[in-house]
């Protein structure tokens, strides 16, 4: 049994110390906004937040998240209001098939709290999810809009 902490929810899930956290918060808690994509920590669509560092979920125990503060795209939003990466991203037309853009958000949400007005350099680094729409363009226009918020 592993306790976790899911959206300011206190969270018991029953499975293995080594399940990856991305199948416990979609197989145990039926979160489905964090997506599997590769299973290997490299495209990004499953990425959430721990302890407010953007991190990819199929790459982290249950164990290693255990007692740690878990946000998922579903917990960006405060009080009904979308967080201004989720604004943005409506505003500037970024999802096309929309499959990785829950952890792109997350990815760019933890970008600009710590880096609230990131360069295009700042950006190319940070943020290295992937997009198979090439939706790349939108991404970067929208990451500006919301540091411009």
Same mark, same amino acid.
């Given at each position: +049994?592993?306790?976790?902490?899911?959206?300011?929810?206190? /969270?018991?899930v029953?499975?293995?110390?080594?399940? !990856? @956290?991305l199948?416990?918060? &979609?197989?145990?808690?039926? @979160? *489905?906004g964090?997506k599997?994509?590769?299973?290997?920590?490299q495209?990004?669509?499953?990425?959430?937040?721990?302890d407010?560092?953007?991190? &990819?979920?199929c790459?982290?125990?249950?164990?290693?998240?255990?007692?740690?503060?878990? *946000? *998922?795209?579903?917990? #960006?939003?405060?009080?009904?209001m @979308?967080?201004?990466?989720q604004?943005?991203w409506?505003?500037?037309d970024? !999802?096309?098939?929309?499959?990785?853009q829950?952890? +792109?958000?997350?990815?760019?949400?933890? #970008? @600009?709290?710590e880096?609230?007005? !990131?360069s295009?350099d700042?950006?190319?680094?940070? /943020?290295?999810?992937?997009? &198979?729409?090439? *939706?790349?363009q939108?991404?970067r226009?929208?990451?500006?809009?919301?540091?411009?918020?």
């Amino acid at each position: +049994m592993a306790n976790l902490n899911i959206n300011g929810k206190a /969270i018991s899930v029953d499975v293995e110390d080594d399940t !990856p @956290l991305l199948w416990a918060i &979609r197989e145990n808690v039926g @979160l *489905t906004g964090t997506k599997y994509g590769c299973g290997i920590a490299q495209c990004g669509a499953c990425t959430v937040h721990i302890d407010g560092v953007a991190m &990819r979920s199929c790459g982290v125990t249950v164990n290693e998240a255990a007692g740690k503060q878990i *946000t *998922t795209i579903e917990g #960006l939003a405060v009080n009904g209001m @979308l967080h201004k990466v989720q604004q943005a991203w409506i505003a500037n037309d970024v !999802p096309q098939c929309g499959y990785c853009q829950s952890g +792109m958000i997350m990815a760019v949400a933890a #970008l @600009l709290k710590e880096n609230p007005k !990131p360069s295009d350099d700042d950006i190319n680094e940070a /943020i290295t999810n992937i997009c &198979r729409c090439g *939706t790349f363009q939108q991404v970067r226009e929208a990451i500006h809009a919301a540091a411009n918020a």
